[in-house]
């Protein structure tokens, strides 16, 4: 007698819930049975015991019709069962039907820093997850033809069973591992851009959602460490999104956050993450006890590895950045793998544990919208996706020998930012996947740079009003006032604030005054994306106009991205493999 007539339904091997549609080629999750077919009894998703199906007092459903899917053929079934022969015995019947195909993609990083795919997800998982309101922290969610920017956070919070000798006793669960994962416009490339917990930079004010629905704005902090950017004073993941946007000029679309247990249920749900060591380690602080050579963790072992800041490198938290990249590029690969493609007890497992670990923005708070979000960036080649390290310097604040916190290496920083804002990859993509690029490109890319293209008119000649809509404070003055201080722009005029902001800085013109916006483009930096060319001639003394955006840095900082990242940056893309030292 199996698992559900004898009333155990969560006993169920998630395995024995699949049958192969022999139509489509693809394993289908069967939730009811059909009694024509005489389908594999199978368990209903465990739900509290209040409501499930046969528990104390909850009402019998009615039965759901059969299945409009064809049963398997003897030998067929899905990996794991011998044969598919179903099992004998009932209890299916009363449970609404449920189909889910699954299809190629991978659960790994969308769940834990940003995602190339997946598609297990089940109604029953939006119960697992938490969801918080971050208000107008973000932009609500992604768009479909617009870059995807997500947050991704790791708490040092103690919460949840085993994790009472991790971290800080009194933690309320700092910003302690931060990627921003950035997907590309037309998805063919991804970057992950790791932020340091011990980065000085000022936390904007920050309004956050009361248990009562009230909202109370948190004030805020300048020159302070990043990961009290949440769990402070009672900061939420908002909070550190808009932290983030201070920092890299990017708006954040949506933010995931985990917990310790995160990793333990991940890493052991696909059968553990290959790593390799070029030395042997023995880390008394993260119990983290391993030989040189190859490995592979899950459960406590994995999350001794993420947590070590003393055996490998420097012994600094730099250092555990690169090892988490190189554990999370791994995770990738494997969920990638045919092993883990094929199982549908793991995909099973996955899901459970991915959706109980994540706290998620109301953007994305449901399984229909992580569907879709996975369904955007399931084709990305793990090539190219890279993981790099946000350019820090020490703190030149504190004395040297005790040097306990970094300050932003603008240097290198801003080329690097720049890129990330203007959606350039820091990736090598293959010649012919860039010829695809560029051909599908052609046009757009034709008229853009024809708007640079030209004679330029003399600096004495341009006129521009200057407009702040979202640059830093006074950033039309100081902008004027360089115009005509340094490029003998002497017909431009501060017009202050501008009526509404925009994310990117915008230069409107007619078409007599091409001459006029090529020349002042020249001059601060202007991308041929920032030019807007109107439909009618201006007149002869109207000034164009300049609109300062949030992309907007200073007077005299150029806008336009470079196209190859900068030679001394931390770099590793997620299909290589490295081995920790």
């Known amino acids: 007698m199996d698992a559900q007539s004898r009333g155990r339904a969560e006993e169920i091997d998630p395995a024995d819930q699949w049958v192969l549609n022999p139509r489509t080629g693809n394993y289908e999750l069967r939730l009811d049975r059909s009694a024509a077919q005489q389908q594999p009894s199978v368990a209903a998703p465990r739900r509290p015991s209040s409501t499930r199906t046969g528990a104390p007092g909850a009402p019998k459903a009615p039965k759901a019709p059969s299945p409009a899917v064809p049963g398997p053929r003897r030998g067929?079934?899905?990996?794991?069962?011998?044969?598919?022969?179903?099992?004998?015995?009932?209890?299916?019947?009363?449970?609404?039907?449920?189909?889910?195909?699954?299809?190629?993609g991978t659960l790994a990083f969308l769940l834990v820093a940003g995602s190339v795919g997946a598609y297990l997800y089940y109604d029953h998982l939006n119960s697992n997850l938490n969801v918080t309101d971050v208000g107008d922290a973000g932009t609500g969610g992604f768009k479909k033809d617009q870059p995807i920017n997500i947050l991704v956070i790791g708490t040092d919070k103690r919460s949840g069973a085993g994790n009472e000798g991790y971290g800080d006793a009194e933690?309320?669960?700092?910003?302690?591992?931060?990627?921003?994962?950035?997907?590309?416009?037309?998805?063919?490339?991804?970057?992950?851009?790791?932020?340091?917990?011990?980065?000085?930079?000022?936390?904007?004010?920050?309004p956050t959602k009361q248990p009562d629905g009230s909202t109370k704005t948190i004030p805020g902090q300048k020159g302070t460490r990043f990961n009290v950017s949440?769990?402070?004073?009672?900061?939420?993941?908002?909070?550190?999104?808009?932290?983030?946007?201070?920092?890299?000029?990017?708006?954040?679309?949506?933010?995931?956050?985990?917990?310790?247990?995160?990793?333990?249920?991940?890493?052991?749900?696909?059968?553990?993450?290959?790593?390799?060591?070029?030395?042997?380690v023995d880390d008394k602080d993260s119990k983290l006890k391993l030989d040189a050579g190859e490995h592979r963790l899950q459960g406590e072992q994995a999350l001794a590895f993420v947590r070590t800041r003393h055996s490998f490198g420097n012994h600094g938290d730099l250092d555990r950045i690169k090892t988490q990249q190189q554990f999370l590029g791994s995770m990738m690969r494997e969920m990638k793998s045919k092993e883990t493609?094929?199982?549908?007890?793991?995909?099973?497992?996955?899901?459970?544990?991915?959706?109980?670990?994540?706290?998620?923005?109301?953007?994305?708070?449901?399984?229909?919208?992580?569907?879709?979000?996975?369904?955007?960036?399931?084709?990305?080649?793990?090539?190219?996706?890279?993981?790099?390290?946000?350019?820090?310097?020490?703190?030149?604040?504190?004395?040297?020998?005790?040097?306990?916190?970094?300050?932003?290496?603008?240097?290198?920083?801003?080329?690097?930012?720049?890129m990330i804002q203007a959606d350039v990859s820091l990736t090598e993509v293959e010649k012919k996947e860039q010829a695809a690029k560029d051909a599908a490109d052609a046009e757009a890319k034709s008229k853009a740079d024809a708007l640079l293209q030209?004679?330029?008119?003399?600096?004495?000649?341009?006129?521009?009003?200057?407009?702040?809509?979202?640059?830093?404070?006074?950033?039309a003055s100081t902008t004027v006032t360089w115009l005509q201080n340094s490029k003998g722009v002497n017909k431009s005029s501060n017009r202050g604030n501008a009526p509404a902001k925009l994310d990117a800085t915008q230069l409107e013109y007619g078409p007599n005054q091409a001459d006029q916006a090529r020349a002042l483009a020249d001059l601060m930096g202007l991308p041929a994306t920032a030019l807007k060319m109107g439909s009618a001639d201006a007149g002869p003394k109207t000034p164009m106009k300049l609109t300062l955006g949030a992309d907007f840095k200073g007077a005299g900082v150029s806008l336009t991205a470079p196209q190859k990242a900068p030679e001394d940056i931390q770099r590793v893309e997620a299909d290589k493999a490295i081995c920790a030292k």
């Open 454 to 475: 030209g004679n330029r008119a003399p600096a004495g000649e341009v006129r521009v009003d200057v407009y702040n809509g979202g640059g830093p404070g006074g950033a």
């Open 76 to 104: 067929d079934g899905p990996p794991g069962r011998r044969g598919g022969r179903p099992r004998k015995g009932g209890g299916g019947g009363g449970r609404r039907k449920k189909v889910l195909v699954v299809t190629g």
């Open 171 to 206: 933690s309320v669960g700092h910003a302690d591992t931060t990627i921003l994962f950035h997907v590309a416009k037309d998805r063919s490339n991804a970057t992950a851009l790791s932020i340091p917990r011990d980065l000085i930079t000022n936390i904007p004010a920050c």
């Open 230 to 280: 949440l769990g402070q004073e009672g900061r939420d993941p908002g909070c550190t999104m808009r932290t983030v946007k201070e920092i890299t000029g990017v708006t954040v679309d949506n933010f995931m956050m985990v917990d310790f247990n995160a990793v333990k249920v991940l890493s052991t749900a696909v059968g553990g993450v290959p790593v390799c060591l070029a030395k042997p």
């Open 341 to 418: 493609l094929t199982s549908p007890k793991k995909f099973f497992s996955l899901a459970e544990a991915a959706t109980k670990s994540l706290t998620v923005d109301s953007g994305i708070g449901s399984i229909d919208k992580l569907t879709n979000l996975a369904g955007e960036l399931k084709d990305i080649d793990l090539k190219n996706i890279t993981f790099t390290t946000l350019p820090v310097l020490d703190n030149p604040a504190e004395p040297e020998g005790k040097k306990a916190t970094v300050v932003v290496d603008q240097r290198v920083a801003d080329p690097l930012l720049k």
